[in-house]
């Protein structure tokens, strides 16, 4: 089998996906074309051009199945290479453009839009990481044609993608032993983004307390970071410097050896499509703690989550800390890793 993989702005999670489909579906041949994560809104809109401009002898090919995440203008690149059509289309939704939080001083994503529901009209099959990413997608695209000029009826091309939808997470890959050791039960790891959305002023803003109040912890702040930062890292990174063990983005190797020692793993974010970052935390023994909300509830069990609101960060983690008794078992991680979902996704290629 012949499979194209295409990647429009190919983010560590998207690569992360990418890679453990090369390495664990058997019996294909695959090619991949991917664009750097940088310049969001000419990479969604010009990743058609790039392509014919820099890749025409590789998309003149024929293939059995055409594999492209939503940020790929699946539409206009059937329009630029037609032969491309006859292959199996399907368009794999890592996050949809319609259940990002806006920040104050960001221009309404239109295009980007467009360009997720053109996606999915040309695909024969819609793939989401969870069912929260596919029912807000959905209820993201009825909200925005009702704003177009014209009263058109969706509720029939809806109907007709939504039979097209399944659910398929990105899974774990299996776990390298190296990096299982006894995990602190006091140290709480930060790994994501260092964004607004992932809403670092809750998290930080509960430490700093936690601290004030002579609760002892250990921090790592990893993830990546961009060069506009909230200004809520300066100010812990000065308030919290007694309980840091690291601080920014580590190398591949360091990483791996925080996850492994970390004893909690914190969420506060405003979006979440899956969190592949608190899972893998999770797999090496973390404790993840994440908001009742998004794609959380249909992921983790109630004792690790809690209500979403600052007061409720506090209370869950000053419980944690100070009565190890209150502190779950470990979260069974089995039902993530590629096991659990190799025939799923090999079924998703012969049957669709």
Not at 9 to 25: F, G, I, K, P, Q
Request: with cysteine.
């Amino acid at each position: 089998m012949h499979v194209l993989l295409l990647s429009a702005y190919e983010a560590v999670s998207h690569r992360y996906w990418a890679d453990s489909l090369m390495t664990n579906m058997q019996g294909v041949s695959w090619q991949a074309l991917s664009l750097p994560p940088r310049h969001f809104a000419w990479r969604i809109r010009g990743n058609p051009l790039s392509w014919w401009l820099k890749e025409h002898e590789t998309l003149s090919q024929s293939y059995d199945v055409l594999l492209a995440t939503s940020m790929v203008d699946l539409a206009t690149l059937i329009g630029l290479f037609p032969h491309l059509g006859r292959a199996k289309k399907i368009v794999y939704f890592h996050e949809n453009q319609f259940a990002y939080p806006e920040s104050s001083d960001q221009m309404p994503q239109v295009e980007a839009k467009m360009v997720n529901i053109y996606a999915a009209l040309a695909a024969d099959t819609l793939v989401f990481n969870t069912a929260y990413n596919r029912d807000s997608f959905f209820d993201g695209v009825r909200t925005f044609l009702k704003k177009m000029p014209e009263n058109l009826p969706v509720a029939k091309p809806l109907e007709v993608l939504r039979e097209r939808a399944h659910v398929l997470p990105v899974p774990l890959g299996p776990l390298n032993r190296a990096f299982v050791s006894r995990p602190n039960p006091r140290r709480i790891v930060w790994n994501h983004r260092w964004e607004y959305d992932k809403n670092p002023e809750d998290f930080f803003n509960v430490l700093i307390d936690l601290s004030e109040q002579g609760v002892e912890f250990e921090l790592a702040v990893l993830g990546q970071r961009f060069r506009k930062v909230p200004a809520i890292f300066e100010i812990a990174q000065e308030k919290l410097a007694a309980h840091i063990v690291a601080w920014g983005p580590q190398p591949e190797t360091e990483y791996r050896e925080l996850l492994a020692t970390a004893g909690i793993v914190v969420s506060t974010t405003w979006h979440e499509f899956q969190g592949l970052a608190i899972m893998e935390a999770a797999q090496r023994g973390a404790l993840p703690l994440v908001p009742d909300r998004l794609c959380f509830p249909e992921l983790y069990p109630a004792e690790y989550r809690f209500n979403g609101t600052p007061e409720g960060l506090y209370q869950r983690l000053y419980a944690w800390l100070n009565a190890p008794e209150s502190r779950p078992s470990r979260l069974d991680t089995a039902d993530w890793e590629w096991p659990a979902w190799r025939t799923a996704y090999q079924g998703l290629f012969t049957h669709g």
